[in-house]
């Protein structure tokens, strides 16, 4: 399936039922980047037979079908891969949106950003009005996701992009990236957000390509204390593994762009901040073998 929901069963959980959610809990600067199993508050639906996606997917005109008529001058670029991802570009230049930025330190000293959607339509929204979250592709950021929240500007959503750690031009603050994003920064991106609005009657959460990997893995660990109502994945990455060697095999040059893209978000301008953490990794391990040798040293000179 190229695109999942997933529902909480009980919308009062997510403000704990007392109609707060600042007690959520902060991930702490130490905790890792992995996720356990969800809630069974959460129901994962991909089965186009399923009742409700069926009428999910109805109150979404033109989802996954091909243009009504023939004639219509883009169809070739709807059966052919490759113009479509030109397509793609095309309308995120064309569909560009003005997005305004707000920092977020994280506990462990690092960087992210919560880029709201600037237009006069959000900024005439109440206080209750339902906000829907973005987690961007791999090599994405909020500017180049104007296409995909235009519609929710038009329906009367607050919209707000999660930018990770690097990701649209945020410099590294900490030596530590995930280029799929990490669900601890996600958990304080959100509770930021919903904090700002608790009378949000709704919060969904989407995930775009690598986006979508990074919000399971964000319901996953925190589906207990998350203020999230329902998420969605679109072309969610079932095997990571799978998708790179395919793509080096098969797409070299597509590899070797993406490669390109990733080294400049992540590592190219932020070289200082990475080798200072490399230098003193080299040093601990250089410390460490010293420490090793010595102690065999003695154990043999006293046997």
């Not at 059966?79 to 462990?108: C, H, I, M, S, Y």
Request: proline share 6%.
């Amino acid at each position: 399936a190229a695109f999942l929901v997933l529902l909480r069963a009980a919308r009062a959980a997510r403000r704990g039922r007392t109609g707060s959610i600042a007690s959520s809990p902060l991930p702490s600067p130490s905790s890792t980047c992995s996720s356990s199993p969800s809630s069974p508050g959460w129901r994962l639906v991909y089965d186009r037979g399923n009742t409700r996606l069926r009428r999910i997917l109805s109150k979404l005109p033109g989802f996954g079908r091909y243009p009504r008529t023939l004639w219509t001058p883009l169809l070739v670029a709807y059966v052919n891969r490759w113009l479509n991802l030109l397509l793609t570009g095309v309308k995120q230049l064309v569909q560009a949106q003005r997005f305004r930025r707000e920092l977020l330190q994280l506990p462990d000293g690092g960087l992210v950003s919560v880029d709201w959607l600037d237009t006069a339509a959000q900024r005439r929204l109440g206080k209750d009005a339902p906000m829907f979250l973005v987690l961007h592709t791999i090599e994405g950021h909020s500017g180049n996701h104007g296409c995909w929240v235009r519609d929710a500007d038009k329906r009367g959503w607050r919209v707000a992009v999660f930018n990770r750690r690097g990701a649209g031009s945020l410099p590294l603050k900490t030596p530590r990236f995930n280029v799929f994003g990490c669900p601890d920064d996600v958990h304080v991106q959100t509770l930021h957000v919903t904090n700002m609005f608790p009378e949000a009657k709704f919060v969904g959460m989407a995930g775009l390509s690598a986006g979508s990997a990074l919000l399971l893995s964000y319901l996953g660990k925190y589906a207990d204390v998350t203020p999230v109502d329902a998420g969605a994945c679109l072309g969610p990455p079932y095997d990571v593994d799978f998708l790179m060697e395919q793509l080096d095999t098969h797409h070299p040059v597509v590899a070797t762009g993406m490669l390109w893209k990733l080294k400049q978000t992540f590592v190219w301008g932020n070289e200082k901040v990475l080798d200072e953490d490399l230098s003193r990794a080299v040093e601990r391990r250089a410390s460490a073998a010293s420490t090793t040798s010595s102690s065999t040293s003695s154990t043999t000179s006293s046997s």
